[in-house]
């Protein structure tokens, strides 16, 4: 039987932090030779951290990215080790260095490189131009990276059909949204079962910026069966022996890869390195090699992990989010302001969730608005998360503003400029606050709020990190009862059940300003992220007044979105890296 034995490094980074990925990456290594594994494979741009972004355009970056590769090239001679790094030739490639016997193999630089959505690849890569297949222990193994994969005519057809590769290891850094991994995990089965080959796919984790990355590496038999997955937005080492003779058991019940092979004349460039990697008959295996003969009828395999349900994944991306995007910033505590609602609770629980309780700080900031009600509610719910709540009443010091500003108003009445002051006070506070002690601000605004501009610029939205920035309000509640479910009242029925409101004004709802969430969320989804018009939004069955009203609010709003404070990435399409619609824009789709 013909074996390679597997370890897929699913590890996280931090972008920029070269000298901490190395160290990082050694110490997997070592994971590695202790699970006696013959090759071990770590994730797109592993020593950089992805996505890099304009600090590819710094050749000193390049230079020590370089510079940690040539020293892991000597530090495990005894392991195939592939690891994703900025290559420098003519030009820069996102590329995989593929390491053995204190030397670097061969390189292989991304073919297609991904210039969509939260991607800009292009503005930084050359494309590589070679599909390369390692022959290793008489195995045949191909590799590429991230999005070279999702094309069936990609380097993986060549290095399979043209190469005759068995195996095929993809170094990805692929970001999380709702139903990403359903789709991902399909189209790597269909690769897998088209090739009839192994697939071993290597999965960045954590969250940067915008982004999280959510892991669940795989390994994919030749056939389609998922025969290993990797933990959801956990590190993880998956270790697993692949039986090659398998692939050539199915691939003489496949005629179409002999029709395949006669029809393709494409000579790709092969790197041949049996000499480099396989034993001679008079050679000993290093001891972390040496087969044990209790594994020598079992094939080895990392469990087979059960998918977690969307809102449970929802919850982990949001939790890493906060939890990498606090601790890889340097900050230790957060601040939140707490209002009686169900976005601030939310964002609360999820803070405690990520970070601890001791390092969470609730602001309590009522006005003469703020009913008995929201108090008793936010008391209730520090309570039930165990963080401490400070209270600082804003009434006297809206009052003075008042006064301040009454000869500028004169005798104009009131109107939303006196609500939106309220808010505006309460961020002075919580960024002094912030200041003083160092807690980042997490804000609290949904997407369904961001996307129509009911948010207070320079008020609700000043802070450093907007968690819910891209869960619509029917998902917060939908997430609130979920965790309910797995902790029961750990977000008072009250502050779920109530109607939304800002309490800025007398009796306040929501409802007052803006369509029902459950109406107003579908129209937002269908605009935003399936780029629906008009027309096509109100054949779906929605008042076409309604539908209007909401597209307007959008198009006008974009000028506060710009300003707001990153958030994690859930969806399709987020605001942010994934919206770029101008500013100044005159063209309306109503």
């Not at 013959?38 to 710094?58: M, S, W």
């Not at 020598?296 to 059960?306: D, E, G, M, Q």
């Not at 609360?348 to 700080?361: F, N, S, T």
């Not at 969320?521 to 780029?531: L, Q, S």
Request: hydrophobic fraction near 35%; include cysteine.
């Amino acid at each position: 039987m013909r074996r390679l034995r597997l370890g897929l490094a699913q590890m996280n980074p931090t972008v920029g932090d070269i000298p901490g990925n190395l160290a990082h990456i050694k110490d997997m290594i070592g994971h590695a030779r202790s699970e006696r594994a013959d090759l071990v494979a770590f994730p797109e741009l592993a020593l950089t951290g992805y996505p890099p972004e304009d600090l590819l355009l710094k050749p000193t970056f390049i230079e020590r990215n370089l510079k940690a590769l040539d020293e892991l090239v000597s530090f495990a001679p005894d392991l195939l080790v592939l690891v994703g790094f900025v290559d420098r030739q003519d030009d820069i490639y996102n590329a995989a260095a593929v390491l053995y016997g204190g030397k670097i193999i061969g390189v292989y630089r991304k073919q297609y490189l991904p210039n969509y959505g939260v991607f800009d690849e292009n503005r930084y890569f050359q494309e590589g131009t070679e599909s390369p297949v390692l022959t290793f222990k008489s195995i045949r193994i191909g590799i590429n990276i991230c999005e070279d994969i999702w094309y069936p005519k990609g380097p993986l057809y060549t290095q399979t059909l043209m190469g005759d590769a068995e195996c095929i290891v993809n170094l990805s850094a692929s970001p999380f949204h709702a139903g990403k991994r359903e789709v991902r995990e399909g189209m790597l089965k269909t690769r897998a079962a088209d090739n009839a080959c192994y697939i071993a796919y290597v999965n960045m984790v954590g969250g940067q910026d915008e982004l999280v990355f959510d892991g669940q590496s795989l390994v994919i038999g030749p056939e389609g069966e998922i025969e290993s997955r990797g933990k959801a937005f956990q590190e993880d080492f998956l270790i697993t022996e692949l039986d090659l003779d398998q692939v050539f058991r199915v691939r003489l019940h496949d005629p179409r890869r002999r029709k395949d092979k006669l029809s393709q004349s494409e000579d790709r460039p092969l790197w041949n390195t049996d000499k480099l990697v396989n034993w001679s008959a008079g050679d000993t295996p290093s001891p972390s090699h040496h087969p044990d003969p209790k594994d020598r009828k079992v094939l080895k395999k990392s469990p087979l992990l059960t998918p977690m349900g969307k809102l449970e994944e929802i919850h982990e991306a949001l939790v890493l989010g906060v939890r990498d995007y606090v601790r890889k910033n340097q900050f230790q505590e957060v601040l939140i302001g707490l209002s009686g609602g169900i976005d601030s609770a939310l964002v609360a629980a999820i803070a405690a969730d990520a970070l601890g309780p001791e390092q969470v700080h609730g602001l309590f900031m009522p006005s003469m608005y703020t009913s008995q009600e929201s108090y008793e509610d936010v008391l209730k719910l520090s309570g039930n998360l165990r963080i401490p709540v400070e209270t600082i009443p804003i009434g006297a010091s809206f009052e003075h503003f008042l006064q301040i500003l009454s000869p500028m108003f004169k005798d104009r009445g009131r109107d939303t400029t006196e609500e939106n002051l309220q808010s505006r006070i309460r961020g002075i506070l919580m960024m002094a606050l912030s200041n003083k002690f160092h807690w980042l601000v997490l804000t609290t605004g949904n997407k369904s709020e961001m996307s129509v501009g009911y948010q207070t610029l320079y008020g609700d939205m000043a802070g450093g990190f907007a968690v819910l920035k891209d869960l619509p309000k029917t998902l917060v509640y939908d997430l609130s009862d979920y965790l309910n479910e797995r902790r029961p009242g750990l977000i008072p029925d009250r502050i779920i059940e109530k109607a939304p409101t800002a309490e800025l004004r007398p009796n306040q709802k929501d409802a007052d300003s803006l369509p029902p969430y459950e109406i107003l969320d579908p129209i937002m989804e269908a605009y935003v992220e399936d780029d629906k018009g008009l027309d096509e939004i109100v054949g779906t069955g929605f008042d076409p007044r309604i539908v209007s009203k909401v597209l307007h609010l959008i198009d006008q709003s974009e000028y506060k979105r710009r300003q707001s404070p990153p958030g994690i990435k859930l969806t399709m399409r987020a605001f942010g890296k994934d919206w770029r619609v101008p500013i100044t824009n005159r063209f309306k789709d109503i």
